[in-house]
């Protein structure tokens, strides 16, 4: 059976897969800047026989056509870039990067699909179809690297009949699986206010205009666009995380900037919440005699798993792990730019368990502790190659 026989195949490149993921590891390198990292994966698929095109700067997208008589074409995404963060584990594979970690499981995710390209290259002369495969940059920055993958081509000659991505969870046990159908992931916008006022001596506020104060207000006033402007059934979340102020105890000065973002799981409500928020904070700044400037970096769109697609690939992931294996999962508020992808073909994102706390391993992404159960990689790479096998008609 298929199963058996891609499971195999993913035990033996199992040690292999790890040495992927721990030399990527390693060397972490930021959004747009993966040039190693392309590198080492373009070496990679050299050795697979696996032919490879430069895209999107540091992208790299290849191809696998099965030698029977299919068209079916699914592509597989896997993002390569890291995040601006000084790893605390003490691991052989640790990063040598000083303030550079892979800490949101990218690495785990290029070494998954360079292994789920060997599967399907060894398997080629017993498939038809085509199967694209994905190593994309810059997830983690605007524009996103998945927006300019497809802006340079990524889903086209030939245009793929479904996408598939996957993502580490830390919050799932190794050896199981998250996947929902619909909406799954939020729009991202990043909010820039600059609150304009009169700077002066603290003990004289008649002969300031207060840009603290005005500041304040309109962080308290924009929270009602959640709670009073938004539909209570669209989830929406607006939070602030970083205001400065560089004035003194008792010196107030002449500008406040606020740093938040804007998450939604509708475009008209995201357009009209962005007019709203705008209109909102600068007659608050006016009204008590100073100015706001507001701009707002528009992010990934929300990311939704198509129906009908995301019901078979629930099929296959039961068929390979086990229903006992696959779990629900709820809604999350967080973005990736996996969304564009989801925006303009049919897609499915999914979790990979990676958890395991007997071996200490617990900690959540974007974290200096972050790491995963290597078991993990063994049903990661096999299962993309089974879904990917299934949808191609194989």
């Not at 035990?11 to 590198?39: C, D, M, Q, W």
């Not at 963060?85 to 303030?99: D, F, Q």
């Not at 992931?185 to 002969?207: F, R």
């Not at 696959?326 to 499915?348: K, R």
């Amino acid at each position: 059976m298929l199963r058996e026989l891609i499971r195999d195949l993913s035990g033996k490149i199992h040690g292999e897969v790890i040495n992927y993921r721990r030399f990527l590891h390693s060397e972490p390198e930021l959004s747009f800047e993966e040039y190693a990292t392309s590198a080492y994966i373009k070496r990679r698929l050299d050795e697979m026989k696996i032919k490879w095109e430069a895209i999107a700067g540091t992208g790299v997208l290849a191809s696998i056509k099965g030698d029977l008589q299919l068209d079916t074409v699914v592509a597989l995404r896997a993002d390569i870039d890291a995040l601006p963060i000084t790893e605390l584990n003490e691991v052989t594979y640790k990063s040598k990067k000083e303030g550079l970690m892979h800490a949101c499981g990218h690495d785990v995710h290029a070494a998954s699909l360079l292994g789920t390209a060997k599967i399907l290259q060894e398997l080629r002369s017993e498939f038809g179809g085509t199967v694209k495969l994905m190593f994309q940059p810059g997830e983690e920055k605007l524009p996103g690297g998945a927006s300019i993958m497809i802006r340079e081509g990524a889903l086209k000659n030939p245009a793929p009949d479904a996408v598939i991505g996957q993502h580490v969870m830390p919050s799932l046990d190794v050896g199981k699986i998250g996947i929902r159908s619909g909406k799954y992931m939020a729009s991202t916008d990043e909010l820039y206010i600059t609150v304009k006022g009169k700077g002066g001596h603290g003990a004289l506020p008649q002969q300031n205009i207060d840009s603290v104060v005005i500041a304040a207000h309109i962080i308290i006033a924009l929270q009602q666009i959640v709670s009073r402007v938004a539909d209570p059934r669209m989830p929406t979340v607006l939070s602030f995380g970083k205001v400065s102020a560089n004035g003194a105890t008792n010196v107030i000065p002449d500008e406040v900037k606020i740093e938040g973002t804007f998450r939604t799981f509708d475009e008209e409500w995201r357009t009209q919440a962005h007019s709203t928020m705008k209109k909102m904070a600068e007659s608050i700044a006016e009204g008590m005699g100073g100015r706001c400037e507001f701009t707002i970096a528009k992010g990934y769109p929300f990311l939704v798993n198509e129906e009908k697609l995301t019901a078979e690939v629930r099929k296959y992931m039961q068929e390979y792990a086990g229903s006992e294996n696959v779990i629900d999962i709820d809604m999350w508020m967080t973005g990736e730019d996996f969304a564009y992808y989801s925006q303009a073909a049919d897609a499915c994102f999914y979790r990979i368990g990676i958890r395991n706390t007997d071996k200490g391993i617990d900690s959540a992404v974007h974290t200096p502790t972050f790491d995963i159960d290597e078991d993990a990689l063994a049903l990661s790479t096999g299962l993309m190659a089974y879904i990917a096998l299934k949808k191609l008609g194989n």
